[in-house]
């Protein structure tokens, strides 16, 4: 399972940015799908996860400012980022718990997936 992440840039304090993250390969069925994000010098922390079914929740620090949402169709999760601070500066992260399938396309197992970064940088 691979996830390529899209959407990061370069955006003014207040602006919006929205991020996608698009899962492809042997994939049976994806179950959570979430957004991390790390600052320069600070551990990665969570953002925003969505399950299955729909049901999300963000962390304090973006509440009522991002939206998390996602495509079955598609595998993709997408962050809606406004009224972006400059604390929002990171290198933002998909993260996928997914099962995949051998071969032959018969369940195989499940593991946890990390996307390859997309930076967000809100200038002051």
């Known amino acids: 399972v691979q996830l390529q992440a899209s959407g990061g840039g370069l955006v003014q304090a207040g602006g919006s940015l929205r991020l996608s993250c698009a899962a492809s390969?042997?994939?049976?069925?994806?179950?959570?799908m979430a957004w991390y994000r790390q600052a320069p010098g600070k551990p990665r922390e969570w953002v925003a996860m969505?399950?299955?079914?729909?049901?999300?929740n963000y962390a304090d620090s973006v509440k009522g400012r991002f939206t998390i949402s996602r495509d079955n169709a598609t595998n993709t999760v997408y962050l809606q980022m406004n009224s972006l601070k400059s604390e929002d500066t990171a290198v933002y992260y998909c993260?996928?718990?997914?099962?995949?399938?051998?071969?032959?396309?018969?369940?195989?197992?499940?593991?946890?997936?990390w996307g390859q970064g997309t930076q967000v940088t809100v200038s002051s």
């Open positions: 993260n996928v718990h997914a099962h995949y399938t051998n071969y032959e396309g018969d369940l195989a197992g499940s593991d946890e997936y």
């Open positions: 390969g042997s994939i049976f069925s994806i179950n959570d």
């Open positions: 969505i399950t299955s079914g729909g049901r999300s």
